[in-house]
């Protein structure tokens, strides 16, 4: 089990869920409010998050101290990525990518 | 379906929330739906999708459920208290059946005070009030807000060590299980840290207040045993 475990270490989106995936990398340019993470990561993506689903990852994400709230604009709260939230959508983006080499050098893809 | 019909319909899902979801979100997801709607998500996905949240909110909020890594600190503690541990921090007629909460780290009282009183619906409010190093992360007063009808029982200090070292600092509360009083908990920060997590709260001014019941005394030894740690 030890190569499973290889990086994982700081990789604390690892169990956050895909949502929260997407809405740390959605917010890794700059703050926004719900309406615009689920337009931007439609657009990223494809992937439309539910509403439901955007508030229970992005209370998740705050709990985990991975984003924050920031006042409010016209009954909106724009969240933003804190430096904790950069740092573990590194690490998960550096574990997302070693599994993705991984795969394409056994599907005889090479690397990328 | 016309569109008021719809827009009710979601209304209705969003009423399912708990209060404190509903007093945090509810006007952006009401707003977030309208948005939808008008890009054309159908309304039956959208109040399903919140309905679905609303199950995983309730589920994520039973007391016996660890609250994620940013509440793995906490030390929270469920069940018919050991009595006489009851008797010396509650009064007579109090509920048997409290939860502790123990602030575990002092730095992050604030955010571990107020997860912990969400997560059990407690209508407890925490307001930060800049200290000196020796009372960050101490509980400095905990007041009733206007009239108390509760009679579910009283809430008690739990008093643990101070940061500076000295012992008599109240660093956790034991509330009845099924308090609903509404109350404001005054938690002591470092001037410097403490608008990181919550820039969009109204924080007490910096002037000294009353601090009695945080006066270093004699602290019943034993009191954090009531806690049960769930790390």
Known sequence: MASSDVGNSQDVLRRAGDASVLILTSLADGPKHGYALIQDIKGFSGVQLGPGTLYGALDRLERLGLIAELPTEDRRHPYRATAAGVTALRSHLDALERVSMTGRLRLGLGTV | ?231
């Not at chain 2, 016309?2 to 209705?12: G, K, L, N, P, V």
């Not at chain 2, 509903?22 to 707003?31: I, K, P």
């Not at chain 2, 009808?149 to 500076?164: L, M, P, Y």
């Not at chain 2, 601090?211 to 270093?216: F, K, R, Y």
Request: hydrophobic share 40%; aromatic share 4%; charged share 15%.
């Open chain 2, 1 to 231: 379906m016309r569109r008021s019909q719809e827009t009710r319909i979601i209304a209705a899902a969003l009423r399912c929330y708990p209060a404190r979801w509903r007093s945090r979100h509810g006007d952006e997801a009401t707003v977030l739906a309208s948005a939808l709607l008008e890009d054309g998500t159908p309304w039956w996905s959208i109040a399903g999708n919140f309905l679905g949240g609303v199950v995983k909110e309730q589920a994520f909020r039973k007391p016996s459920v660890r609250v994620g890594s940013a509440l793995a600190a906490i030390t929270i503690g469920i069940a018919a208290a050991p009595l006489a541990l009851l008797a010396s921090l509650t009064p007579a007629g109090a509920s048997s059946t409290t939860i502790t909460i123990v602030i575990s780290k002092p730095g992050d009282a604030f955010r571990q005070l107020e997860s912990a009183f969400a997560s059990h619906h407690f209508n407890i409010a925490v307001v930060e009030r800049p200290v000196s190093t020796n009372l960050v992360g101490s509980i400095l007063s905990v007041n009733t807000v206007g009239a108390s009808s509760d009679n579910a029982g009283a809430i008690s200090e739990v008093h643990g060590q101070c940061k500076g070292g000295g012992r008599g600092c109240v660093d956790g509360l034991t509330i009845p299980l099924h308090y609903s009083g509404s109350v404001r908990v005054t938690v002591g920060v470092a001037t410097a840290s403490s608008d990181i997590h919550h820039p969009y709260l109204a924080r007490e001014p910096c002037t000294p207040g009353p601090l009695a019941t945080v006066s270093c005394h004699a602290t019943p030894t034993g009191a954090r045993t009531s806690g049960k740690k769930l790390v």
